[in-house]
């Protein structure tokens, strides 16, 4: 018998106008955002070439690495960072390294570009987040009171027919034939991926899987939501209407709303306040550095070599001390500020999470590697580059230059050789790793099992309210 | 027999269960965003008073006019309350200094990227996305539903045109939806006015504007519903039409455009641009270098010559004034790189204007768009908030530096630390000559830029044309649509 019913249910449901229309206009949208996806990821990975390219050619030409101040380092664009940007274009991409100091990165990519935060990205998550619900709501509205309305309810229950196998029947069948054609929507968008040239490794296949997974089941705690209003409601006028009010508190409010919320909420001390602390700081210690400089006193040598490696020797110790002063309150400050935003994050994402929508975009930013961890991972890997090229410039040039010191030599004798230029391609390269496909999921995990949980929690409350509902 | 119509049209609407419904979230939804918009915008304005303390007192610090810097610091709006716009993703500083250009930075998104996974909600958006949803949902049916019910043929039976009624069925869904909201509006004008949020009466004239042209943006909303129900004979259908116009319009062309518009004009990376100026610098910096090689080796062989080393004296004075010349030549080279960015910058911006005209050109395709695009503008946290910022900030620099160069010159400082090492002196660190403090009276300020009414109501007349364009399109089409409508 529930074969019949969800077979019923999947015929009615494909052959209707409605499903034809909002498929149409689903399918297309999955499809473009897709390309768009694509098309982005490609302008993004030109402009990121482009701008290393530069940041080597720069060194073209210079005769020693004294010489070679900043080295730019870049956040390389993910291929499903095009599908699901989180907050991949709000934070910066560029990081000017110094063999010490800390690190910033600038140049968001909003920031940079004001134009694409007018209106903000059309990407796949913005599709699952809003469209997908709407198509699922527009479909699932009036499910048992439209068929009450129809009259067809009264003439399936005299069958004999147990009413929870009714409303499993109508779940089943429409969560099949809606999913099974998303899914062709969602298949044909994955071959645009490889067909336009972004390179997808396995486990960016793997990864995607689970994002579409996830949209599945955020399609499916609306469906069931439907479901559920549709069989506690007597008509369907106010089926929908009460819908699309959850829909917009759900999808439009809740999560944006609990964020400003959590950020009344709880206090993190702002970026400026935190630099000016640093900068003081910073000021002291080069005031000790310059007095500690003068106290100098040279070796009693003739030797101009040997005088300077007492002396850059003297130097690295005395950077070594302020470095290590500058570096220890840094990460005091910044743990500081890094340990009330997780708070601030936490009170956010927790009430965030009363909408399915912020498990959605949680894990899915979380499975594409573009939710808040993108920030701290650029930033440490970043910081693990900066040993690796204050390192290699150590060995390049005897010495530990940054900041504004200033260093050349002035060869008093006139000694005329030719200087080679230096192979600007020997300079370490920054290589972003991303994380892995176990621990993302971990992380989504919760989101993910969450979802699941509201869309069995959804149906039982459909099944228990269908079973007491006046089907006359 | 027009009023009989506009009324029984107004009551259809205001005795509707939906209207309870949407008019209730609507005006929650208003008061709340009004309110977070309030709390939002006294967070900003305490950040930036915070901020630009912390720099004066920072640059009151200083010891050196040498790598003396500034930083100006975005002020906030408060037509931000209604309109958050790009204030969060545009940075919100940049260093002013001779060194280093103009650049704003630290968009607040990017420090607390936290506020930028679900972003905001303003009345904009409520406006924009909620409100034309509601009113789409009563106009849907507005007359393929009275055919369904029969009554259409009942009002033809009276004596009244077709023009009138499709005019009446406007006016009275209209009265029935924009007065009534009219309500939690005020009410948050009057929490604006309760939490004493600064508006001149140049804001409020902005806030006017901007209530009008959401009134606008939502008859058009009207008028399209109308539209859209005398296109089609069932409601149902029209009812899908519309929602599918409202996803199309709202969501999907604004972002397709500009997304379109960044596939047709490519504009590289800010880094780019950085990257090639580095590399001009770095050859200008090398030449210089080697110029600065030969001075020295000149001036040793001129010292020698005149037999005066060993006097300290005189030596001391001498190095003195020898850096006070290189200064003057580095200050020539770094003038020389700058007009060399600032050419690559031109052609930059140049390009970014060409996309971002392009894009929003094509997204006005759109109302949604076009409404959004006024209220940013009124807001003055539209696309040109960036580059009125930035041309401020560098008609600032230009003060800045002359009054640091004018001051260092008068006090005859030279910057920096002067490390010697050689066969006959050994190894000489010099202290600098820098004072214990400066002295920073008469230092310019940065003002932000601001913005006069008339520069901001012009860019909003082609918007409000635009709108006011597609009510009359739709009023046409719907009045064509009509004419030949079977009203049975």
């Not at chain 1, 910066?92 to 909003?110: I, K, N, P, W, Y």
């Not at chain 1, 550095?289 to 005395?318: C, I, W």
Request: charge should be negative; aromatic fraction near 10%; hydrophobic fraction near 45%.
């Amino acid at each position: 018998m529930l074969r019949v019913i969800i077979d019923k249910e999947m015929r009615e449901m494909i052959g209707s106008t409605k499903f034809a229309l909002t498929f149409a206009v689903c399918a297309i949208l999955i499809v473009l955002s897709f390309y768009i996806g694509a098309a982005n990821y490609k302008v993004s990975v030109d402009h990121y070439q482009a701008a290393k390219a530069e940041n080597l050619q720069q060194l073209e030409g210079v005769t020693d690495w004294l010489m070679v101040r900043q080295n730019r380092i870049f956040l390389p664009p993910q291929p499903l960072a095009a599908l699901v940007t989180g907050v991949s274009n709000d934070i910066g991409r560029t990081t000017e390294v110094e063999a010490r100091g800390e690190l910033a990165s600038h140049d968001s990519r909003f920031n940079e570009e004001p134009i694409f935060a007018v209106f903000r990205f059309l990407d796949l998550s913005f599709i699952f987040t809003v469209v997908l619900s709407l198509f699922a709501i527009l479909l699932g509205y009036d499910a048992i009171s439209g068929e009450k309305e129809r009259g067809t309810l009264k003439l399936a229950l005299a069958n004999a027919v147990p009413r929870s196998t009714l409303i499993m029947g109508k779940l089943l069948g429409s969560f099949a034939a809606l999913s099974v054609s998303l899914l062709v929507a969602l298949g044909i968008g994955c071959l645009l991926l490889p067909l336009m040239g972004v390179p997808m490794a396995a486990a960016d296949w793997w990864r995607l899987g689970l994002i579409i997974l996830t949209g599945m089941l955020y399609f499916g705690v609306f469906l069931t939501i439907s479901m559920f209003i549709s069989t506690t409601t007597q008509r369907t006028s106010s089926s929908f209407l009460l819908l699309l009010v959850v829909w917009i508190v759900g999808v439009l409010i809740i999560p944006r709303a609990s964020v400003l919320l959590a950020g009344r909420a709880v206090d993190v001390p702002s970026v400026d306040e935190v630099g000016a602390k640093k900068a003081s700081y910073a000021s002291q210690l080069w005031k000790d550095f310059r007095h500690g400089m003068a106290s100098f006193k040279g070796p009693e040598t003739q030797d101009v070599e040997q005088m300077m490696n007492v002396f850059n020797k003297y130097m690295d110790s005395l950077t070594a001390i302020r470095d290590e002063k500058m570096n220890l309150y840094t990460a005091q400050l910044n743990e500081e500020r890094y340990n009330r935003q997780k708070v601030q994050q936490a009170v956010a994402f927790n009430l965030a999470r009363l909408s399915p929508v912020a498990s959605l975009t949680l894990a899915t930013e979380e499975l594409s590697g573009t939710s808040l961890g993108l920030k701290n991972r650029y930033y440490d890997q970043a910081m693990a580059y900066q040993k690796i090229y204050a390192a290699f410039l150590k060995e390049k040039t005897g010495m530990n230059v940054g900041g504004r010191m200033m260093v050349f030599k002035v060869k008093m004798d006139g000694e005329e050789e030719e200087e080679e230029p230096i192979d600007p391609n020997e300079l370490p390269a920054f290589v972003y790793e991303p994380p892995s496909v176990p621990d993302s999921l971990q992380a989504a995990t919760g989101d993910m099992g969450l979802l699941g949980l509201l869309n069995i929690l959804f149906f039982a409350a459909s099944f228990v309210a269908f079973r007491r509902y006046d089907a006359r | 027999m027009f009023t009989t119509l506009v009324r029984k049209e107004l009551r259809a609407v205001i005795l509707s269960p939906k209207f309870a419904a949407t008019f209730a979230v609507l005006s929650v939804l208003l008061l709340l965003s009004v309110y977070i918009g309030i709390q939002e915008y006294r967070e900003g304005v305490k950040q930036y008073e915070t901020a630009t303390n912390l720099s004066d007192q920072r640059i009151l610090e200083q010891t050196s006019w040498h790598n003396l810097y500034d930083k100006g610091y975005r002020s906030v709006d408060p037509m931000q309350v209604f309109v958050s716009g790009l204030g969060y993703d545009v940075g919100r500083w940049s260093e002013v200094s001779a060194d280093n250009s103009v650049k704003l930075r630290n968009s607040a998104y990017s420090d607390d990227p936290v506020f930028a996974v679900f972003r905001f909600v303003d009345f904009a958006f409520i406006v924009q996305v909620v409100f034309a949803l509601f009113a789409i949902l009563f106009t849907y049916d507005a007359v393929n539903g009275e055919r369904e019910q029969g009554t259409l043929r009942m009002v033809f039976a009276n004596a009244v045109p077709r023009t009138q009624y499709l005019v009446a069925k406007c006016v009275g869904t209209w009265l029935g939806l924009v007065v009534p909201v009219c309500i939690p509006i005020l009410l948050s004008l009057l929490l604006v006015m309760m939490f004493k949020i600064p508006l001149t009466g140049a804001d409020w004239s902005k806030v006017v504007l901007l209530v009008g042209i959401s009134i606008l943006y939502i008859s058009l909303f009207i008028v399209m519903g109308v539209f859209i129900s005398s296109l089609t004979r069932r409601s149902s259908s029209s009812f899908l039409l519309s929602l599918v116009v409202w996803v199309v319009l709202v969501l999907i062309i604004p972002r397709a455009s500009v997304m379109a518009a960044g596939q047709v004009v490519h504009v590289p990376q800010r880094a780019e641009i950085e990257g090639q100026r580095d590399g001009y610098a770095q050859d200008r910096w090398t030449q210089f270098y080697a110029d600065m090689e030969k001075r020295l080796l000149d001036n040793a062989r001129i010292d020698e010559d005149q037999a005066t080393i060993g006097d300290d004296e005189f030596d001391e004075e001498a190095m003195w004034a020898r850096m006070k010349e290189e200064d003057a030549a580095r200050k020539l080279v770094q003038t020389e790189i700058e007009e060399y960015e600032a050419r690559l910058l031109e052609d930059w911006r140049h390009r970014k204007e060409t996309q971002q005209k392009l894009g929003l050109s094509l997204s006005r395709f759109s109302p949604a768009s076009a409404y959004q695009l006024a209220a940013m503008t009124l807001a003055g946290t539209d696309i040109s908030m960036k580059p009125r910022y930035e041309s401020a900030l560098n008609q600032y620099r230009n003060e800045f530096n002359s009054y640091v160069e004018e001051n260092q010159s008068e006090s005859g400082q030279v910057g920096g630390v002067m490390i010697q090492i050689g066969c006959e002196e050994g190894v000489k660190v010099g202290t600098s000559r820098e004072n214990d403090g400066l002295d920073l009276s008469g230092r310019p300020t940065f003002t932000p830029p601001a913005q006069p009414l008339s520069e901001v109501v012009q860019p909003v007349v082609t918007d409000v044309g635009l709108l006011a364009f597609g009510i009359m399109f739709s009023f046409v089409g719907a009045f064509v649509s009509f004419r030949r409508n079977d009203l049975r």
